[in-house]
């Protein structure tokens, strides 16, 4: 049994289990507490976010360490779940990163912007982060 299917077998029984969010928020704030004894990171300004309403959140990042950071801060520290959308790339082959993005409902980046924003505009209307 290779790691790949280890993980995705541990993935769905954790779903099955309804413990799949529980781990995920753990690994976040594991993950939280590495960007903050390695970068010391600083979290400004959560007091202006809205604890119960939906919201967009607009990341501009320069490397693929951004993603995990804002896991790491919005999931892990700050207790909230959001809907992201990732690079159609990285759901193309079964991989761990396939794996783990499907585990977070990670939308892949496929079709037309339109078609992206109805997706979107669902998640909102579901009373969910973006």
């Not at 779903?15 to 995920?24: D, I, K, Q, S, V």
């Not at 993950?31 to 300004?45: E, H, P, S």
Request: glycine share 6%.
């Amino acid at each position: 049994m290779g790691l790949l299917h280890f993980v995705k077998s541990f993935i769905n029984t954790l779903r099955r289990l309804r413990l799949l969010n529980f781990f995920m928020w753990n690994a976040s704030l594991g993950l939280y507490t590495v960007f903050k004894i390695r970068n010391n990171i600083k979290i400004v300004g959560a007091e202006n976010i809205p604890k119960k309403k939906p919201y967009i959140m607009i990341m501009n990042h320069s490397s693929g360490a951004d993603a995990y950071l804002a896991l790491a801060v919005v999931f892990g520290r700050l207790r909230r779940k959001f809907i992201t959308v990732a690079n159609e790339r990285s759901f193309k082959k079964d991989t761990i990163e396939r794996a783990f993005l499907l585990a977070l409902d990670t939308i892949p980046r496929l079709g037309t912007g339109d078609q992206i924003m109805k997706k979107l505009a669902e998640v909102i209307c579901n009373n969910q982060i973006v």
